[in-house]
């Protein structure tokens, strides 16, 4: 299931080419993104969503559209989005430079697209990550910001890289470690740990996107009476911890049972708490 909605409210299909083939995000992956979880009809966290959009396009010094015309173009996709038969859809925000010599009008959609039964899978069954090396240290960001390394821009090929190799590890996920060891994150999630009742997560000062569910976990689990800490963590600490997760917006809370083909603690009834600290939020 596919939707394609203009930024005016207007459907278009999505089957009929929209990007000219100059367009700067399809050449250089000149452009930025968010992909936001509806359940329901509900958009999950579309403010912070449109606060990290504003601000990769702060870091891209790229034109964007208004933020009311965003909203639009997603209560069109919510509106016309069969929500009794496919009751979860990703919902894509994309703002590209527009083509190449324009005059600097962005190219931006939103589209809609059903869940795969193997993102489900993983949601159900948890996941296996190998560690590599992003090739960065943590205090990359500040002195060279010209990387956007927080950025959530188009140009993911060293992302689907990492996956295709873990792939080749016999893997189904990815944490990359900065050049001192520290975790980083997920191609397309944060890290989150447990010990001792208290929840960690590497701080985006290292140079990582800021996570949307994770910020819903914490907030839920502060409620709650948790302790959650925003640090640097060694990949040592994933061994030892109560649990390790992968927050994302399509995929939730993602237990990971192996890392570099060692399985790590994995407890039922703590991830079924974990999760439901996330939904409680909705």
Not at 49 to 67: F, K, N, T
Not at 82 to 111: M, N
Not at 228 to 234: H, R
Request: hydrophobic content about 40%; charged content about 25%.
């Amino acid at each position: 299931m596919r939707m394609l909605a203009l930024l005016d409210g207007t459907l278009a299909d999505p089957e009929v080419p929209l990007l000219r083939s100059d367009d700067l995000g399809v050449q250089r992956g000149d452009g930025i993104f968010e992909t936001i979880l509806a359940v329901d009809g509900n958009p999950r966290e579309i403010e912070a969503h449109l606060d990290r959009l504003e601000r990769s396009a702060r870091l891209m010094e790229l034109s964007l559209p208004e933020r009311a015309s965003w909203h639009r173009a997603v209560r069109a996709v919510l509106a016309e989005w069969p929500w009794d038969s496919v009751p979860e859809s990703a919902i894509k925000l994309v703002c590209t430079r527009g083509p190449d010599g324009g005059d600097g009008t962005p190219t931006a959609f939103v589209s809609g697209q059903s869940l795969s039964a193997e993102l489900m899978r993983k949601r159900a069954e948890g996941i296996s990550v190998v560690t590599l090396e992003r090739g960065i240290d943590p205090g990359m960001m500040e002195r060279a910001p010209w990387l956007l390394l927080s950025a959530k821009t188009l140009s993911y090929a060293v992302n689907m890289a990492a996956l295709r190799e873990a792939e080749r590890r016999g893997a189904d996920e990815v944490v990359f470690t900065a050049t001192d060891g520290s975790l980083l994150e997920g191609p397309t999630s944060n890290v989150v740990l447990a010990e001792g009742g208290r929840l960690a997560t590497p701080p985006p000062s290292s140079g990582i996107l800021r996570g949307t569910t994770q910020g819903a976990l914490f907030r839920a689990a502060e409620e709650a009476g948790w302790s959650t800490a925003v640090e640097p963590i060694t990949a040592e600490r994933l061994g030892h911890a109560d649990g390790v997760w992968l927050a994302s917006s399509i995929r939730k809370i993602t237990q990971v049972h192996t890392v570099d083909g060692t399985p790590v603690v994995t407890d039922p009834g703590l991830h079924e708490r974990i999760c439901k600290l996330y939904e409680s939020q909705y």
